[in-house]
């Protein structure tokens, strides 16, 4: 009954959830195959935006397209073009070619704002992207913490000082991990195209594990089950921690399982479930960002109670 809408993956998940009904209602309103005249402003505005691509092997890699203000035009309601390339040295590169699905989120830490498009890549020039807009949807500001933003050096300098390759997580991840409220994951779901969305907690809701191993909580949202849903078809996922004071990237990519309940769930305060994620491999990306953010306060969401 909502096929249109949602695929497969996120009816089983919505079903399983007793929202599938409700969310067959919603989901024509809210999810939309055009941008609405607010959300193209939004994004032509911003210095910065979330990606989620898959590289060949079909593995998910988050990441950043970055440059200034304008770097992101919306010439009509179904495109969007970015003058910028991807980050040299950047794993999600990979999945950055013309026909390749494309997983966007534009997020603005300041006011909280964010909205997300997904669609395919129709050109990648030395110029930069062009995308064909395939799905959009608001999001609210649940979880996101406050931070502002500067400049440090040019937009266009987006090249790592360093590039450190992992398959297990050292001591320096760990420490950005222990310390993180903010994760972003990219996710896919074969045919249905890529994603990308935003994860936010108290400093140190994703737990490690093991040196493989993190457990990601998720707690209530806008019922769509995206995320969960690309992973009931593609079980792989990538996630990106980003160092906001030093402008570094820890991208990670591996595969994740649904932990629907269970005594892991006790220690995850306030989550309704959570996910288990396996590094297969990833990258830390150092001094690579020409921004840096300052804290300014907790989402309250995130607030003691």
Sequence with gaps: MNAQTFHAGEVAVQARLGVAERMAEIGPRVVRDH??????????????????????????WATLLVGPPGFVQAPDASHLTFAAMPIPGDPAAAGMTPGASLGLL???????????????????????LRLQ???????????????????????????????????????????????????????????????????????????QEDERTLLVPDYSGNRMFMTLGNLQIDGRAGLLFIDFERGDLLTLTGRAEIVWDGPELAALDDAERAWRFQLDEGYWLRDVLPLRWRFRDWARENLPA
């Excluded at 006011?111 to 110029?127: D, F, H, I, P, Q």
């Design 35 to 60: 941008m609405p005249e607010q959300h193209q402003r939004f994004y032509e505005q911003l210095p910065f935006m979330l990606a989620g691509s898959v590289d060949p092997a079909g593995r998910p």
């Design 106 to 128: 534009g997020i603005e830490l300041h006011t909280r704002r964010r909205n997300r498009v997904n669609g395919k890549l129709v050109a990648v020039e030395a110029s930069g």
């Design 133 to 207: 807009v395939e799905q959009t949807v608001g999001n609210c500001p649940q979880y996101i913490q406050g931070r502002e933003v500067d400049w440090v050096r040019d937009a266009a300098d987006t090249r790592p000082r360093a590039i450190e390759r992992m398959t297990e997580l050292g001591d320096d991840a760990a420490w950005l991990i222990a310390a993180a409220d903010t994760v972003f994951v990219a996710t896919h779901a074969g045919g249905a195209g890529a994603d990308v969305s935003h994860r936010g907690g108290p400093a140190g809701f994703v737990m």
